[in-house]
């Protein structure tokens, strides 16, 4: 019998396929509601369907961050993230939500927060992460929809460099709110993230992790959005731990006339890191690509 490749031979990759393998599943097993034509939706919905990364919209984004002013000598690191998001649908406004974070490629000139800096350049795969979040919508009595969410978080030790990630198992509860009004949506994901397990001569890890999304939505299916993603390593000392971006950035959303059951969303984001780690980069530049499946059953909530 032929080997597995060394990839496989990792257990985080192993643990990761059989997640997303019963994830599939499940979402196989959630109630089916009848979907209608994805021609026939308004902007202002089609909009809102795709902002809510906690509704349950089948989607794929592809990221892809690069962060300018790295110390020392105001070095470039770059990070290509790929971030599948699956939803199992169920009556009465509810829906169990997977979402994986892949480090596909990771091009760094730096060191992670468990390994002394590197004056060279690595490149390879970051550690990947899995969410599993169970969420409830709620329709408000003025049309806006509010949802909640509560789940833990899986980090896995998948790095293909010391450099690139923890090398540490990773646990923690996870939480996503959020609103959508007529022109705007809102949404916060926070969560904490505790090392487990042997340390491997590798350092603990006890960090605090949040994405906050608002978007506002223009005419013909244009966008602003402020998407930040805000750290704190508790591990650190005080004046060093926390990173805040403050930025903009403008998207659009784009339906496919030919497939109209599928459609795609864009948009760059530039960030100043206004507080930050002393290894951290001064400046990042987002860009994103979302493909996902336009569904109005998301908001069937009665």
Same mark, same amino acid.
Request: hydrophobic share 45%; glycine share 10%.
């Given at each position: =019998?032929?080997?597995?490749?060394? /990839? ?15 994830? &599939? ?26 902002? +809510?990364?906690? !509704? ?9 961050? %690069? ?30 939500? !997977?979402?994986? /974070? ?34 409830? =919508? ?45 022109? @705007?949506? /809102?949404?916060?994901? &926070?969560? +904490?993230? @505790? ?21 506002? +939505? ?17 591990? !650190?000392?005080?004046?060093?731990? *926390? %990173? ?20 795609? /969303? ?6 100043? +890191? ?17 493909? *996902? ?10």
């Amino acid at each position: =019998m032929r080997a597995l490749p060394q /990839t496989l031979r990792r257990p985080g990759v192993v643990c990761l396929l059989a997640i997303m393998a019963s994830s &599939v599943g499940l979402r196989s097993a959630g109630a089916e509601t009848p979907e209608e034509p994805p021609a026939q939706i308004p902007d202002l919905v089609f909009a809102r369907m795709a902002e +809510n990364p906690a !509704s349950g919209i089948t989607r794929l984004p592809v990221l892809n961050s %690069t962060q300018f002013g790295i110390p020392p000598d105001n070095r470039v690191g770059n990070v290509l993230v790929l971030a599948p998001i699956l939803p199992a649908l169920f009556k009465g406004g509810w829906s169990l939500i !997977s979402r994986t /974070t892949i480090p596909a490629v990771v091009t760094v000139p730096f060191a992670s927060d468990a390994v002394p800096p590197s004056s060279g350049r690595t490149t390879g795969f970051g550690d990947i992460g899995l969410e599993i979040i169970g969420h409830k =919508m709620i329709r408000g009595k003025r049309g806006q929809f509010y949802d909640v969410g509560f789940g833990p978080f899986f980090g896995f030790p998948s790095a293909s460099d010391d450099f690139l990630g923890t090398k540490r198992w990773l646990l923690g509860p996870e939480m996503a709110a959020g609103i959508a009004g007529r022109q @705007w949506v /809102t949404v916060l994901f &926070v969560r +904490n993230e @505790w090392s487990v397990g042997s340390d491997g001569g590798r350092a603990d890890v006890n960090r605090l992790w949040m994405q906050y999304f608002l978007f506002y +939505n223009l005419p013909k299916l244009f966008y602003l959005v402020y998407e930040p993603i805000i750290t704190a390593n508790w591990k !650190s000392r005080q004046g060093d731990r *926390w %990173t805040l971006p403050v930025g903009i950035g403008v998207g659009r959303h784009h339906r496919i006339p030919k497939r109209p059951r599928f459609a795609i /969303t864009t948009r760059i984001s530039g960030f100043y +890191n206004a507080v930050r780690t002393d290894r951290g980069a001064r400046w990042q530049l987002l860009a994103t690509l979302v493909f *996902w499946k336009p569904n109005p059953a998301v908001f069937n909530v009665d």
